[in-house]
């Protein structure tokens, strides 16, 4: 999404920034594992559609994908890949995917990362293998921007390494630096906050639906996705149990990898079935295991939020036929990229 693709002579080339319906001259600026990327010179004819960026950055920076056309058209092409990702799940159980857009199309970010490396200091453009300089990003939010720009203008504010990276991220509305530290060091948040509570507002749309139950949360970090469930006066959920291996051990929350072989058998040691109920929302790199935890708890509704169709799919895939899409929600919790959230629930058939 937010490229072009042309297949000539046996080879596939990625051109960015390109519109259904466009054509013109690009110049390769890379190869990888048999695919080139290139980059347009000249725009020969384009599309309806297409509009001016508002960031000055829009044209060289990696970081956004949809700046020049519409947010409808942006919404569209997501809405249509997603589509094309589920389409075997959706056909099986006659579900249509809704949409919930995003309030902001810029100025939204909480948190952002950049590298700085050989006397720049921005995003990394991995095509070009290069640093692109941001210093009037547009997706940031305002008190964000302000920091960014102090970075820029100041250089002395950064380390004297030649190599490293910087995270910007606001904590109680006031922001927050750290340097060399592994990501999300001061703790995870959405980089969305607007969005993350539609977010929240949909899981907890669900499991309203729900008579009752013992809910699990795997992935919870904080228990974002259902920490405020338990405190509503029209929750009938007994219980719940979060479970990620970052968290604090706490009064609900279990620490435990959830990647190793053994996660499972660790958790049924340390934490007694039955749940009702299942959460989930891992990494783009999803759950393979998704389908033993499944067979063992036999929750009657599984809730799984995912970054990654193609590795939602497959893990979705590997569930038994009792369980069925009831609904598929894409919340665009990332507009101007070609990343978002997809919501989907599932229901035993009993």
């Not at 708890?297 to 895939?317: F, G, M």
């Amino acid at each position: 999404m937010g490229q072009g693709v042309s297949k000539q002579d046996g080879h596939v080339t990625f051109i960015r920034r390109v519109l259904p319906g466009e054509r013109g001259l690009a110049r390769l600026v890379s190869r990888k594992k048999g695919v080139r990327f290139a980059r347009m010179v000249a725009l020969e004819q384009s599309a309806e559609n297409r509009k001016q960026p508002e960031c000055p950055h829009a044209d060289k920076c990696p970081g956004c994908h949809f700046q020049h056309t519409d947010y409808a058209s942006e919404l569209r092409y997501k809405q249509a890949s997603l589509t094309r990702t589920m389409q075997p799940l959706l056909q099986r159980d006659g579900v249509d995917i809704q949409v919930i857009p995003a309030r902001k199309r810029l100025g939204y970010r909480n948190r952002l990362q950049l590298h700085f490396r050989r006397g720049k200091f921005g995003l990394i453009d991995a095509e070009m293998d290069e640093i692109v300089e941001i210093p009037q990003c547009r997706l940031v939010e305002p008190a964000l921007q302000r920091a960014l720009q102090s970075l820029y203008h100041e250089k002395s504010n950064r380390p004297s390494k030649q190599d490293g990276h910087c995270e910007l991220y606001l904590r109680d509305g006031q922001v927050q630096q750290s340097w060399n530290l592994p990501y999300a060091h001061g703790g995870f948040t959405q980089v969305n906050s607007e969005m993350n509570a539609q977010l929240q507002e949909c899981i907890a749309a669900h499991l309203q639906k729900t008579q009752e139950g013992r809910l699990l949360e795997l992935f919870a970090g904080d228990g974002n996705l259902t920490k405020g469930v338990l405190e509503r006066e029209d929750s009938d959920i007994r219980s719940r149990v979060c479970v990620d291996f970052q968290v604090e051990q706490g009064r609900d929350t279990t620490q435990l990898d959830l990647f190793k072989p053994d996660a499972l058998k660790s958790f049924l040691h340390k934490v007694a079935g039955p749940f009702d109920i299942l959460v989930l929302d891992p990494p783009r790199k999803g759950f393979r295991a998704l389908s033993h935890w499944v067979a063992s708890l036999q929750p009657k509704l599984i809730l799984y939020v995912s970054c990654n169709p193609a590795t939602l799919k497959r893990d979705l895939q590997g569930l038994g036929p009792e369980y069925q899409l009831t609904s598929v929600t894409l919340l665009d919790m990332f507009p101007t990229t070609y990343h978002f959230e997809t919501i989907v629930c599932l229901r035993h058939s009993d």
